[in-house]
């Protein structure tokens, strides 16, 4: 027996053509024609996106940090440190925009030094590298102090 399928909907069909249609209907105030669950599933979408954004510049903050910080490597001290720039610019920039993902940073701190920190000793199994950060955790701190130059 043959299942009948439905048509595609504009949603699966093409996702640009469904947003402006859903801008087009929410700006008429025709909130009976919405796709809902097409609406939801972006909605989601878009906090996910953005805490993976968060995870993955956080990562890459702290690694650099960790490099910097404890890799002799003068000739790369500048490189990481354009790059641990550039990360916190866009999290402040993330931060602003989204302040609620401080707690998503402050709860998955704790994974993201970890995964920060394998990586740091993959690439440098010669350095001693600290099992937990040397510093304070928070966030304002970690996006402006230049731990380098206590040392």
Known sequence: MVKATSPPTLYQQDLVAWYDDTVTKLKAGNF??????????????????????LESRVEVLLNHLLKRLYVASPNDYRGWELTIREQR???????????????????????????????????????????????????????????????
């Open 32 to 53: 009976a024609a919405l796709d809902v669950e097409g609406l939801i599933e972006e909605i989601e979408g878009l906090a996910g996106r953005d805490r993976r954004e």
């Open 89 to 151: 610019r866009q999290l402040q920039k993330l931060l602003k925009q989204s302040p609620s993902l401080r707690q998503h940073w402050l709860k998955t701190f704790p994974e993201l030094w970890g995964n920060a920190l394998s990586d740091a000793r993959e690439d440098y199994p010669q350095t001693v590298f600290p099992d937990r950060w040397p510093s304070s955790t928070d966030i304002d701190g970690l996006l402006s102090e230049k731990f380098w130059q206590r040392l």
